[in-house]
């Protein structure tokens, strides 16, 4: 018996070290969004609750000479058909209406075009 019980204690030690050691698991499709384009920091990025489509883009960090934000493109398609939308960032900055700062949602595609002649 005491055979047996030293055995199991060192394959759980062994299964502890392997589990201690694995890489850490990657964020489930589900929970993140992605923003692409004229972004510094481009692709996937763990999805936050309250999480704004300005605050977002804010942390892609936009390049500023070839960025369109009067063009940001949205897709969502966590909601049955996919949706696309284009929306213009730039006015919200200009004058504070914030009409198109809507929350994001997991899954969605946030797209900052280049301006024309980039």
Do not use: W
Not at 55 to 64: D, G, V
Not at 90 to 113: E, F, Y
């Amino acid at each position: 018996m005491k055979t047996t019980l030293a055995a199991a204690f060192v394959i759980g030690l062994l299964g502890a070290c392997r589990t201690a050691s694995a890489p850490p698991a990657a964020e489930p499709a589900s929970q993140i969004y992605v923003v692409e384009g004229q972004v510094k920091y481009a692709g996937p990025r763990p999805f936050e609750d309250d999480l704004t489509l300005f605050e977002a883009i804010s942390a892609a960090e936009p390049l500023e000479k070839t960025c369109d934000l009067e063009h940001v493109r949205l897709t969502r398609t966590g909601t049955g058909e996919p949706l696309e939308l284009v929306l213009d960032i730039a006015v919200m900055l200009k004058t504070g209406d914030s009409t198109n700062n809507i929350l994001i949602q997991p899954g969605d595609l946030i797209v900052v075009p280049a301006r024309a002649g980039s």
